[in-house]
T-cell receptor
């Protein structure tokens, strides 16, 4: 079975600064996907960024980038130039290559302070 | 616009009542999921479906039941609601396979309170 661990229950960052959220996972699979999802307060969960395990290049989406370390089974999210709208719960998630169910980490609550 | 819808958004109901939480998606996705999100915000998979007439229980034991008679519809039913069922319920869907289609789309959730 796969497990996903987010070791930071809560984090805060000043507006315009950079913050990194940690995620580690455990799997015996070689082909899989990793995701970061964002859940703003009382709003819909949305995908932030996706990484395919076979790709060595780290995924980036505007201010969001990941540091994917396959051997270490680590998948951290870096948010640059943090904005107030980044305040949300962030979930790291895993799914196998065949696209089965998502396994989520426990989440990290991020607060961006003005 | 393709999306996934959950109704109701909020529900307060008495103990012992039967309730059905609705979930519909317009994306033609084969896979659908129900997650229960506890006050600490952790997500637990309670049911999933790979297609019509396919339903499976998830990692977290739940007294709820689901059905999948149509591709777009995946309702969750509690025959007799109890206060322990108070939680947020999130519905999600995803396409079957393929790099670009593994993203799961989530509904806005139903916040259920059983009094």
């Amino acid at each position: 079975a796969q497990t996903v661990t987010q070791s930071q229950p809560e984090m805060s960052v000043q507006e315009a600064e950079t913050v990194t959220l940690s995620c580690t996972y455990d799997t015996s699979e070689n082909n899989y996907y990793l995701f970061w999802y964002k859940q703003p307060p009382s709003r819909q969960m949305i995908l932030v960024i996706r990484q395919e395990a076979y790709k060595q290049q780290n995924a980036t989406e505007n201010r969001f980038s990941v540091n994917f370390q396959k051997a270490a089974k680590s998948f951290s999210l870096k948010i640059s130039d943090s904005q107030l709208g980044d305040t949300a719960m962030y979930f790291c998630a895993f799914t196998m290559w065949t696209g089965n169910m998502l396994t989520f980490g426990g989440g990290t609550r991020l607060m961006v302070k003005p | 616009e393709a999306d996934i819808y959950q109704t109701p958004r909020y529900l307060v109901i008495g103990t012992g009542k039967k309730i059905t939480l609705e979930c519909s998606q317009t994306m033609g996705h084969d896979k659908m999921y129900w997650y229960q999100q506890d006050p600490g915000m952790e997500l637990h998979l309670i049911h999933y479906s790979y297609g019509v007439n396919s339903t499976e229980k998830g990692d977290l034991s739940s007294e709820s039941t689901v059905s999948r008679i149509r591709t777009e519809h995946f309702p969750l039913t509690l025959e007799s609601a109890r206060p322990s069922h108070t939680s947020q319920y999130l519905c999600a869907s995803s396409a079957y396979e393929g790099v670009e289609n593994t993203e799961a789309f989530f509904g806005q959730g139903t916040r259920l309170t059983v009094v």
